[in-house]
Structure formats: structure tokens, C-alpha cells
């Protein structure tokens, strides 16, 4: 791990340029397998400014993060922070592609046609809406009106007790099931 340290407007002592290395090692544990990672830090003092602006990149990340604080020590804290922040949320996002990607086997090739096009066109068609306003009803009641109507599987009403919207539905096996959403 290349790390690049420059100093504007001041003279660092051993023991920060120390600090801020050993503290910098740490995000090369977020890239193990590659040989190329680089970083950039740049850490100045505008009068009772101290801030760090540091680049990193590894392979096909390549990150940036800049911090401000009154103390130097304390801006590569922060800063080392951010970037580990950074480096979590890109490694998170490539393990859901990964995962997403195995899960949908695959791509498969789609040659357009204007046929393919009319098909699509005909299978897409509107499904008939039913606007109901839920009556307010007991829980033993829905099922009594549910166990009524044979030929509906689900019913949408306001509980009366919670005030909250409920569905009763039939499962497969028998019985019936309610969903009562905590809002």
C-alpha cells in the first residue's frame, strides 16, 4: 500500500506523520487481494483550521474524503472514518450485485422484434380496479362475512378496535389468516 503524505502550511512531528500512518494502514484490511492500492493524503493548517483531503483508489474503487476539525489528530480520525464508511457501502453494494446476479441466473440474450413488441403490447392490459371503502368491523364478524361469501378469498376491512385496516384471507391448507399492519 502506497500512501502519499503531504504537508501544507506546517511542520508535522514525527508522531503525527506516524499516526496518521499507522492509522491509514488500517483501511488496507478493506482491500487484501490487490496489489495496487494508493492513497493520497494531503493534510493542511489554515490558522486554526487543520484539514485532510485524502484520495484512495484500489483496483475499481476509487474514493475521496475531505475533514476539517481544531485538532490534527482528530481530522484523521474523522476522515479515516468517512472512508471506511465509503469503503463498507462500495463493498455491501458489490455483494448485493453478486448476489443478485447469481440469483437471476444469468441474462439471457432478447433480440428485438416489432412482433415481440405487439405481443407485449396485447398481454399488457389494464387489470379492472375495485375502489372499497373498509367498513369498521369486529375481527369475529370479518370472519363470519368471509365464512358468508364462498366465493372470495380475501376481505379488507377497518378494525374497530384498533381502527387500523386489516385483511382476512383464506389459506390454502384451511382456516383463515389476518394481517394486521403495526403502523
Known amino acids: 500500500m502506497n500512501i502519499a503524505m503531504t504537508f501544507k502550511n506546517f511542520e508535522p512531528s514525527d508522531h503525527l506523520r506516524d499516526y ?9 484490511r478493506f482491500v487484501p ?7 493520497t493524503v494531503v493534510l493542511t493548517v489554515d490558522k ?4 485532510a483531503d485524502v484520495q484512495f ?6 474514493l475521496s474524503a475531505q475533514e476539517q476539525s481544531a485538532d490534527m489528530y482528530a481530522t484523521v480520525d474523522m476522515v479515516l472514518d468517512k472512508l ?8 455491501e453494494r458489490m455483494k448485493e450485485k453478486r448476489r443478485s446476479a447469481g ?7 432478447f433480440a428485438f422484434s416489432p412482433e415481440a413488441e405487439q405481443e407485449a403490447k396485447e398481454k399488457a392490459k389494464a387489470i379492472p380496479t375495485e375502489r372499497v371503502e373498509p367498513k369498521p368491523l369486529f375481527v369475529e364478524e370479518a ?4 365464512e358468508q361469501r364462498a ?15 386489516n385483511i382476512l384471507y383464506r389459506r390454502g391448507q384451511g382456516g383463515m389468516g389476518l394481517i394486521d399492519p403495526d403502523m
Do not use: W
Not at 48 to 51: E, L, P, T
Not at 57 to 62: G, K, P, Q
Open 20 to 28: 496518521a500512518t499507522r492509522r491509514f494502514e488500517k483501511l488496507r
Open 33 to 39: 487481494k490487490s496489489e495496487n492500492v494508493e492513497m
Open 48 to 51: 486554526f483550521r487543520h484539514k
Open 57 to 62: 483508489s484500489a483496483d475499481a474503487v476509487n
Open 84 to 91: 471506511q464508511t465509503q469503503l463498507k457501502k462500495h463493498f
Open 103 to 109: 440469483q437471476s441466473g444469468g441474462a439471457e440474450p
Open 143 to 146: 370472519v363470519l362475512q368471509l
Open 151 to 165: 366465493e372470495e378469498a380475501v376481505l379488507v376491512f377497518r378494525n374497530a378496535e384498533t381502527y387500523r385496516i
